[in-house]
């Protein structure tokens, strides 16, 4: 069975730091793009980062760039996204989703396989 599996998320103070975790099952981990989403509390969802398998090259979106890290783990079929400097506003249930290897984006069309979403909330 083919699917992603996010977790990590929990409560965290603004500031804070927190790993996200996506392990893979069911499909190979190389050659794919892989990319996390998160969706705040009434809007839609938005693309935060994504990363080549292959070439561990990654792609932010300018509202986490420089705060949030995107890595991957071959070994363990795993992908992380490290979020630091957390705001309230980073506040959303995040998920990680697979596309077939391709030049980086976050265009939600591109990604035919989600995992469930892990949550993250940020507040004092």
């Known amino acids: 069975e083919v699917q992603l599996q996010a977790s990590g998320g929990g409560l965290v103070r603004p500031g804070g730091s927190l790993i996200l975790s996506c392990t893979v099952h069911g499909f190979a981990f190389d050659e794919q793009m892989y990319g996390w989403f998160r969706q705040a509390p009434g809007k839609g969802r938005k693309g935060v980062s994504c990363i080549s398998s292959r070439h561990g090259s990654t792609h932010y979106a300018n509202s986490v760039k420089g705060r949030f890290t995107i890595s991957r783990d071959s070994a363990k079929n795993t992908v992380y996204l490290e979020l630091s400097s957390l705001k309230a506003e980073d506040t959303a249930v995040y998920y990680c989703?697979?596309?077939?290897?391709?030049?980086?984006?976050?265009?939600?069309?591109?990604?035919?396989?989600w995992g469930k979403g892990t949550l993250v909330t940020v507040s004092s």
């Open positions: 989703a697979r596309a077939p290897d391709r030049l980086l984006s976050l265009q939600e069309y591109l990604y035919d396989t």
